[in-house]
Each structure stands twice: as C-alpha cells, then as structure tokens.
C-alpha cells in the first residue's frame, strides 16, 4: 500500500474532465507550493486504477498498482489529512464494464465483469467488482461532515454576470410523479440502538416455510445509531410506473425518469430496470427472456436491450413492434444521438437532471431537439418533494432572479457512510414472498418487514459520532453568519423522527433554539426559496442524499453551475477534505477534447479548494508561507472571476488551459506584490514578469492547439505522456513553470 502519509498535500487522480485539467494545473500547483517546502501526493481513485489495484494477480510489476483508495481511508482518520478530492467517477455497471474493456485492451490481463456469475470463482470476481461500482470513493473519504456554500467572489461574480434562465410560466405541465404508497417513505421503520442491542447484527430472510437465509452477517451496531429499514413494493412500482406512462401521453409531456444509479448503486439499478420493461410494455412481456438471455439485462438501460435485440433473428421484428408501442415522447440525453432518457442508468442523475430542467424553465428535449414540458418520474417519495415545490414555486412567482437573490448554503450528515448513501451492503431485492428482519446482537428484531418476490428492501445506519458533530457544525455555521437555518428533518419519516430527538435537546442545551427552524423539506423548500428571492441567505441542514440534491439544485439556479462551490468536509479527528465543487466529472467534455482539443472544464472549483487548503496547511502545521500562498491563491481566484477568464464552451475560444495560464499569473502578481514573506515577493516577482511578457506568445501557442485530434490514448486509463501533450501545449508557459 502507497505511503501517502508524507506529502503535506495531497491532490487526487480522478477521472474525465477534472482529472485531465490536472495535466495541466497540477504542475503549476508543484511549481508554486515547492516555495514553501510544500510536497505534493497524488493518490489514484480513479475507477481505473481502483480495478488494476483490486486484482494485481495477472499483472506485471510495472502494471501493478496499489490501493490508494484504501490507503487515504486510513489517512482521514488522523489529524495530519490534507486533501484536495476531485470529483470521481461513481461508476455504474455499463461504465465499469466499458472500463474493464479499455484496461484488457491496453494488455492488462484483468477478469471480465460477470453480469449473471454462475461458478465460485466467477462469484467471486462479481464480488471484488461490487467494492468498485456506484459511489465507492465518498464513502471512505468522508470521515467528517459537509459545509458547502458558495465563495463571496463566485456569488459577486453571478450576480454581475447573470446566466441564462428559461422562463416559467403559470400554466405549465411540467410537474413531478411519485409513488403514492408502498414505497421507500411509506415503509421505512427506524430505532435509535439501545446498549443492550449494540454489537453485531445481522439481515435475515425468513420463507413461508420458515427457512431462515442470513443476508448479512457480522453487521456492526454502535449504541446511539440510528438504524432505518424499509422496502419499496415492486407490485406497487410496476403499476406506478405503467400509470405514469399514461399520464404522460394524457398530457401531452415528455416522460423522464429521474434516478441516481451510480450513488445508489443496489436499489436504483433495478428501479431503473423495471422502467425499461414498463417502456417497453407488451413487447417485454413478449420477448423479453430472450433479450436477457442475449445479455440484454433491463437494469443496464434501454440501450444494452436494444443491442441485445439486434444479436437475434426476429431483430427487426422486435425493433417493429417498439416502433408500433403508444408512447409519449421521451426526454434525450443527447437527441442527435438518439440516446434516451432510459439508454443507460449513469447517464441521468438526478441532482444534476432535476436542476437542468427546472433552470431551462421546466423544459427538456425531445428525440427532435425541440424544448417542451416534462414529466418527471421519481418514484419514492423521500427527496421527490423537493422538486416538486420548487417546480410550484416557480410556476406562482417566476424564475429566480440571479442579479439579487441571496445563497442557500448546506450543513450535510453524511460522515460514516451516515444514511441512504452508505446502505449499498445491506440492500437486497427480496427473492421470494416471505419476511427480512433485522435481529440485534442481543436477539432482539429490530425491524420487520413482509415482502414479495422482486421487492427491494434495504437498511442504512447514522452514528451517534457524526451525528453531533453535524449538530455542532450547524451551530457554528449559523453563529459565524446569522442567516436563517433549517433542519430538513420530517417529522412524519421514521428516521428523521431518530435525527430530531438529537436534534432538539441539542439546542436547547446549546440556548439557540430559537435561531433555527426544523421542517419537513417541502416546507423546508418553500421557505428557503421565499428567502433567497428576497435576497437573502439561508443554510439547509440536511441529511446525506439531500445535501447532495440541494448543492446542485441552488448552485444551479444562483451560480448557473455546482462546479463553483466552497466544498469542505471538516474531519472528525481534526483533518481537511476540501472537495472541488459538487460538478461531477463531466464525460462530455472530454469528448469535446478529444476531438477538438478543447476543455470546457471550469477548475474554480479547484482553485477555491486549493486556497482552503493552504490556509489550513497554514494553520495545521504552522507554515507560514502555506498561509501566503493561500491568500495570493484566493486573489488569484478573484482575479479569474473580475477579469472573466473562465472556459469558453466553444472551440478557438479561450478554454481550461488558457485559465490555468491566467490563475498562474495573477498568483503570481499576488505573491510578488505582498509584504508579508519578502523571500516569495522576491521569487515569484520574476516569475510573475515572465509570465506577464509572455502572455502573447503562450496565449498564441493555446489557441493554435485547438481545433486538433486531441489523442489522450484511452477514455478510463489514459496515456500521462500523451495527457500532457493535449494540456500543455504552450512550450512559452511550460518553461516557465518547469
């Protein structure tokens, strides 16, 4: 295992879009911090380097790898941890598969992903792979608790540079749908773990005929955790999903499924699944054990059935009788490709889908590329809410005017894998008819449920640790800014009834009870957005899924992006996590560069990370120079946004390179300038001089590169060599920075 203990900063190997922006930016990162004695790791989680390091059997020594992923688990429990975290990709089967595909092809002799595994050994592969799909990152690193809002220069910036907004209006049909019983909501359950229950638990599924299979065993439960179990009917989903269908033909609308496969990386799948055979209707019902027998699983998406149909005889009948099916239009994820909606699970995730049609004022595209209302499935009711009133609240008052409304910042329980997010190990869809129950150390049965044949069922806990410890953060956050604070807790949801029986004694204990609000999120919503529109500020205290939700849903609306948000996860033993924005890893960028050599990619996110985390380089280990570098990097960052430097999404414009090379100069500028350390004014004055004479020639050699076969030598693993021949293409800029 990597030793990653030494360096004082430590930026990680991602995926997509943010990790080919560190071609470029990371050795500017090196060039300026060496300055302070700073040292620089770059642990790899990318989804790539986390397969080759899962099964090193076969591989050479050159190819091996080792698991840094672990290794930075371990690190974030000390006080010492010092991250940059980049986004990464949350992988699901299609994209694990496709990367599987890509390492065989470059000579990594690596095991095939086994979709239905049927030997031992084939079980166990499937297993090793099931540690790397869905959200396996997050989970380990985040050993603390979220603060997310928006920079001061970013908000300014948006106020004064307003992105496009659609217009809402009254009567439009746009709306959400969601189950109205049997679902996750209605049949959750949740305990508070006695001392009495505390130690190992485990899952159990009781038959009919009472024989009793152990789904989960050795499951570890702390007195003080909250522990939640519930299931979602599948009856109940099936006919939901077939009425929503109608509903959206009755209309007039789009149909759109709103889901996130990748976080929720058990449940949503399959979800997912039963509305690719709900789509297709009769023609399921027809052909479809021969589409999964030719590999055409249903919870892969719409466009693994469709090539699995195409390997058949009757192809084109099948493909015919689709044609002829009654269906709304359906909303496109990329219309001149003809990828629906449905095509793959990854590829519409729903804090990021949800926002994009409720900024274009509750529009989507249909197989035309013409713009029109939508239906937006989401089947369990938990978070639907959310969306829900936000889509009422524009219909009434109009879109949000980003010139003056106020933030919306977020305080979010997620550490220890608290909630929804960390229940991937203990979800199951039930087998058979019968009984899953969970039975406490003590032999108690904490929760029980009767389920049916294809019902998924799942369990998730939240920590007594983190969960006062989201409290306390709450309490300073609302103490440093006086804004409006709500917990969005539900009285009416099990769990969230657990979180306010914490939650209340807490502020009274603390006296600031009347400084904060507990309500149920679609209040929680209204009164949120009533206060941004009248220009101020609000901070939503909320559990795992719902901080994710709500930093894309109010960044997209105020910023006209998530990618620009302050993101820190302060850790519980005293370390620093500073993710860059909560943007995602943006796959179609990375198209635009290959076949362009143009980023879009905005690294503000970085930029911001990167000024946090030297200031608390600065106050962890006494550097006083980190703290220099700090607020010359947030100048930098000022500097960017006034002089409006970010990427430009077309061609020949300036793109991510380009603002590399303008945040290395104004860092510089800023270091030169400063009176505090005068050994950095004096080393970065030439260096500021150089970069500012060069400016025409290293702005000249940027833009000549575009519009070229950007080769990177592969999509999940690419070459480093050629890496860095497509984002460092200015030989003015890299002899001054190397």
Request: hydrophobic share 40%; aromatic share 6%.
């Amino acid at each position: 295992m990597a030793d990653i203990s030494k360096p004082d900063l430590l930026y990680t190997i991602v995926d997509e879009a943010p990790e080919l922006a560190s071609a470029s930016f990371l050795p500017i990162i090196r060039k300026f911090v060496s300055a302070a004695g700073i040292t620089v790791g770059t642990p790899d989680i990318s989804l790539a380097g986390r397969i080759i390091s899962t099964f090193p059997e076969n591989l050479t020594e050159d190819q091996r790898q080792s698991d840094d992923l672990a290794a930075l688990g371990d690190l974030v429990k000390t006080p010492g941890a010092n991250v940059i975290k980049l986004p990464n990709i949350s992988a699901s089967v299609p994209q694990l598969v496709a990367a599987v595909t890509e390492l065989q092809g470059q000579g990594y002799d690596i095991p095939s992903y086994p979709e239905d595994p049927q030997t031992d050994a084939e079980k166990e592969i499937r297993a090793r792979y099931d540690t790397i799909k869905g959200s396996a990152v997050n989970p380990v690193l985040r050993e603390g608790n979220s603060d997310r809002r928006s920079a001061k220069a970013v908000k300014n910036y948006a106020q004064n540079n307003p992105h496009s907004m659609g217009a809402w209006v009254a009567d439009s049909k746009t709306k959400v749908s969601s189950m109205p019983g049997n679902d996750f909501y209605a049949n959750e359950v949740s305990a508070t773990i006695t001392a009495a229950q505390a130690g190992d638990a485990k899952i159990e599924f009781v038959a009919k005929d009472g024989a009793v299979t152990v789904l989960k065993d050795g499951w570890p439960l702390e007195e003080g955790t909250i522990a939640d179990a519930t299931f979602m009917s599948a009856k109940a989903l099936e006919t939901f999903l077939g009425e929503a269908i109608t509903d959206t033909m009755a209309d007039g609308t789009m149909f759109s499924l709103h889901m996130k496969a990748t976080m929720m990386k058990v449940s949503d799948p399959i979800i997912f699944g039963y509305a690719v055979k709900a789509w297709l209707g009769s023609v399921w019902e027809k052909h479809g054990a021969a589409i999964e027998a030719a590999g055409g699983a249903p919870n892969s998406g719409l466009g693994a059935v469709l090539a699995a149909i195409d390997t058949l005889d009757n192809a084109a009948e099948i493909k015919a009788e689709i044609e002829a099916l009654d269906r709304p239009s359906m909303y496109m994820v990329d219309s001149d490709k003809g990828i629906t909606n449905l095509h793959v699970p990854s590829d519409v995730i729903i804090d990021a889908s949800m926002p994009a049609v409720i900024r274009a004022g509750g529009k989507g595209w249909d197989e035309t590329g013409a713009k029109g209302d939508t239906n937006c499935v989401i089947p369990d009711r938990c978070y639907a809410t959310v969306y829900d009133e936000t889509i009422n609240f524009f219909k009434a008052n109009g879109a949000l005017d980003v010139t003056t409304c106020g933030s919306v910042a977020n305080v979010g329980l997620m550490a220890q894998k608290a909630e929804e997010y960390g229940s991937h190990p203990t979800t199951f869809q039930a087998p058979a008819d019968g009984t899953i129950r969970v039975v406490t150390a003590n032999g108690d049965t904490l929760h029980s449920h009767d389920v049916e044949a294809g019902d998924i069922w799942r369990s998730c806990t939240a920590k007594k640790a983190p969960i006062e410890n989201w409290i306390e953060l709450a309490l300073d956050r609302q103490r440093l800014t006086g804004s409006e604070a709500i917990f969005w807790l539900d009285a009416n949801r099990a769990h969230d009834a657990q979180l306010i029986a914490y939650v209340k004694p807490a502020l009274e204990a603390a006296g600031v009870a009347d400084k904060f609000q507990i309500m149920a999120p679609r209040e929680a919503t209204a009164q949120s957005l009533k206060t941004i529109t009248a220009g101020n500020d609000s901070i939503a205290i909320t559990g795992n899924v719902l901080r994710d939700y709500l930093t894309d849903l109010f960044p997209i609306l105020e910023l006209g992006t998530s990618a620009k948000m302050l993101s820190i996860v302060k850790l519980m033993k005293g370390g620093g996590l500073f993710e860059t924005g909560a943007g995602g890893s943006a796959p179609k960028h990375v198209e635009q560069l290959v076949q362009e050599s143009h980023l879009r990619w905005d690294s503000m996110g970085e930029f911001c990370a990167l000024g946090e985390s030297l200031n608390f380089l600065a106050d962890a280990k006494g550097n006083a120079k980190a703290g220099v570098l700090g607020a010359a990097a947030e100048a930098a960052t000022q500097g960017i946004l006034d002089n409006n430097r970010s990427p430009s999404r077309k061609t020949g414009e300036p793109d991510n390179k380009d603002s590399h090379y303008w945040f290395a100069r104004y860092w510089a500028e800023a270091l030169a300038a400063q009176s505090d350390d005068a050994d950095l004014a004096a080393e970065f004055a030439p260096i500021a001089k150089a970069l500012a004479d060069g400016e025409e020639a290293i702005l000249a050699e940027l833009v000549a590169a575009q519009g070229q076969d950007g080769n990177i030598g592969g999509y999940y693993h690419p070459s480093v060599e050629l890496k860095a021949k497509v984002m460092r293409p200015s030989a003015t800029l890299n002899a001054i920075i190397d």
